[in-house]
């Protein structure tokens, strides 16, 4: 039968990745390769250029003097004959004017006629070609750069010079180039660690904030450095990033707090007429009241549910695509016909001075919404007979949208928080409402790059939307 | 009239095909997509309540585009819980004619759906509207009961113009605050209610019968016969 015990089943261990694959796939240790590979081609290529610029400047002069000095001895063969570039060679040979030239002179038979070298040097088989060969002058071996130049007569001239030198100056040249390569590739692998190093000092940076953060320590921020770098411009977003999401997460948690204490109140009072019907209810009628009622409750909780999902809408900046160039001046004196009847019917005198145009970039519904929202408030608090201002005008490139009453309006000390979700002035307390008109008001006008303002009114409040102008250009 | 209601939640279902029946209208059912799609392609319907996000493979969408894929213009009233304006949106553009967002009253959704089915209806743009002794004149703006010239601010005149087009239907505050003013949000307060009775002033006060008559928890409607 099958046999697939322990044994049989396994195979190579899946241990741990090999050390080599775990370099490599440092992203640091990458960078600092390329850099050191960048670096050691860049000094090879550098010394070896200088190595055949160098000795290939000092070979070309040596070949050019032996080529001047075989056009003299000619020059002299031509117009004195053999005697006279035997007498050149000579006088060459005994001044010593160069003390590295090397002269042989050979008749057709192969005899020395003059010279400096012991013998001819072997493997000079053809004319005009230069030879780097070992040479023989006067018992001393050297090394010598020579060129053979046929004469009329079948003699041979061998014109050379001694290059032992030369060939020293190359060994010092080559052993300076390695020791300059060492130090270079040396220099390379350490800059290749400096920079691996630095590499993983700044990912670390983000690293252990990111992981820190998802840790919960949502208030870790990537230290900047100042320097203004990549690295401190990528920090600095990844920063702000961070920042927006701890607003949105505060937001949720606003919310879930509201949700948790604010909304209990409503499904308390509905659950108990439903219980307090089911126990008590006697009749037909008391019974339908009651379920009336709490329906009205749920009613009121589902609003309260739509205008914070609105409100985390907005916030969210999902309501962009809406936006348009539009003018504000009509919106807003429908909003004023609207309110009229309201305002009158409550007796309260509504003033309203709309200017036109009013260009901005909007979402027309939630203009009229945060519009609707002030004025909804300002006539709920107004007694009847006190006047309740409603004006819109463009002055400096801002849009400005009042709504001004003359009610119990807002205390100094709570006017920052009004715009909180389901924060209640305790002069509001009593009056129905959710406490999330104001907070959608402020939320509508920062998606249009604006602010939302509360003043005092003297008596009163005095709301104030700014909305930057559109311009067409 | 005819209706078929798509509707995977039981309860939900239950209670608007009890209340559609009530109401007086034949009442079809389907609690998935596929089956829903079968019945509204092969069987003749006044109006299809939709609900958006469906089992079976087909959702509300999907069902809509398909079906008006066919050529089929069967009023749609969605029925969803997705209440965002994008979804909103997104609905009417698959080709609804309505959106309506759950939680629900049962009095909306019935006035919609009334609604709906009577827009179908229209036959060529009419110049003249009639209920009882009420008359409009489209092309002059002008209103008049029985003899007496009825004078009208703009607003008032669309208000009445749509209540007249609805005569007989239970119009909502919600539907007037969209057909008339085009807000697509509640107000705190009841704006509509006092434009209404404004309107009433002008329209009823100074005659014997009553016209616009409220209907409780529901909103109004315009009707010439007290019934």
Redesign the interface.
Known sequence: MTNLGPASASGPAPGPPHRRGILLRSAGVRFALVYAAVFGISAFLLAVALWYSTLGLLQHQVQNAIHNDTQALMEHEQLGGLPSLEAAIRSRVTNASDPDGIYLLLSATGEILTGNLDHWPAGLTQDNVWYEVPVARQGVNSVALLKVQPLPGGLKLLVGRDVRARLELRNVLRAGLIWALSLMIALGLLGALLIRSLFRRTIRDISLTTSAIARGDIARRVPVSGVGDEFDELALTINEMLDRIARLMDGVRQVSNAIAHDLRTPVTRARSRLEDAALHASTKEEMQAAIDRATQDLDGIVSVFEALLRISEIEAGSRRAAIAPIDLAPVLEDMDELYRAVAEEKQIVLNTEIAAPLPVLADRDLIQQAVVNLLDNALKFSESLTVVNFSASLVDGVVQIVVADRGPGIAEKDRARATERFFRAEAARNTVGSGLGLALVMAVAQLHNGTLRLQDNHPGLRAVISIPTYNKR | MRILVVEDDKDVAGFVLKGLREAGHTVEHADNGRDGLFLAASENFDAIILDRMLPGGIDGLRLLETLRGQDNTTPVLFLSAL????DRVKGLKAGGDDYL?K?F?FAELLARVEALTRRGKGDGPATRLQVGDLEMDLLSRSVRRGTQKIDLQP?EFRLLEYLMRHAGQVVTRTMLLEGV?D?????????ID??I??LRQKVDKPFETPLLHTVR?AGYMLRAEDI
């Open positions: 209440g965002q304006v994008d967002t939680p009253a607003r003013w807000y697509h949000f509640d107000p705190q307060t009841n704006v006092v434009h009775s404004r928890n």
